[in-house]
């Protein structure tokens, strides 16, 4: 069954840089999401992105954060200036098309800023 | 407002029993709602979904019921299995035209052999 994947699996960053993280969709989906789970808490929506642009965006996803589709097959997520608060675990999902439609997740990069 | 939670944060079963999970929402725009599971170190993984002009819906073991007149949804799994132990959350799609999922907070489900 086609999936997901994202890596890293973990990654651990010093405070103030910038990091990417990468996801690849499932192949036919043409819609792609970014969300993050602080440790303990709830999965929460970032952004949202459909034919090479930001469709949604939550308000966590200020300057700080980019989207990027640099191929036909890569998503990534870059935070640039990284702060403590920023330590979570982040998926990328994706679906065929927007509305009524399941979001298929991976299984997340974990970020630890120290 | 924008708000997915859920009655109880853990469930306990035995195995062979049937489990109900619960949730509450309180947006009667949200049109759209799915079931995920989250086994450990893994993301959410899609169980079932189901839209707001439907109130029950089955798949294999599982079934979702929506009930909008008091904004709940459920999940009930049969015959509850050792691999079905997992934290259950569901989600909301907020309003018409919205891409984004909003999550609860999680039920754990524990089931005991």
């Known amino acids: 069954e086609p999936e997901v994947t994202q890596t890293p699996s973990h990654q651990v960053t010093q405070m103030g840089q910038e990091v990417i993280l990468r996801c690849v969709p499932i192949?036919?989906?043409?819609?792609f999401y970014w969300y993050r789970q602080i440790l303990g808490q709830k999965v929460e929506f970032l952004v949202s992105f459909y034919n090479n642009e930001i469709s949604e965006k939550s308000e966590i996803f200020d300057d700080q954060f980019s989207v990027e589709r640099p191929d036909g097959s890569n998503f990534t997520l870059k935070i640039r200036s990284t702060k403590l608060e920023d330590s979570a675990m982040y998926f990328c999902?994706?679906?065929?098309?927007?509305?009524?439609?399941?979001?298929?997740f991976g299984d997340g990069t974990r970020l630890s800023i120290l | 407002g924008e708000n997915v939670g859920l009655h109880l944060p853990t469930l306990s079963v035995q195995e062979g029993d049937n489990s109900i999970i619960n949730c509450a929402y309180s947006n009667s725009a949200s049109d759209y709602f799915i079931w995920y599971k989250q086994e450990s170190g893994k993301g959410p993984q899609f169980i079932i979904d189901i839209r707001s002009n439907m109130d029950k819906r089955q798949g294999q073991r599982v079934t979702v019921l929506l009930n909008k007149t008091v904004k709940h949804l459920s999940l009930q799994i049969a015959a509850t299995q050792p691999g079905d132990s997992a934290v259950y959350f569901c989600a909301e799609n907020t309003q018409g035209g919205s891409e984004k999922l909003v999550f609860g907070k999680g039920t754990k489900l524990t089931v005991n052999p």
């Open positions: 999902a994706s679906s065929e098309n927007s509305i009524n439609q399941p979001q298929h």
């Open positions: 192949s036919n989906h043409l819609y």
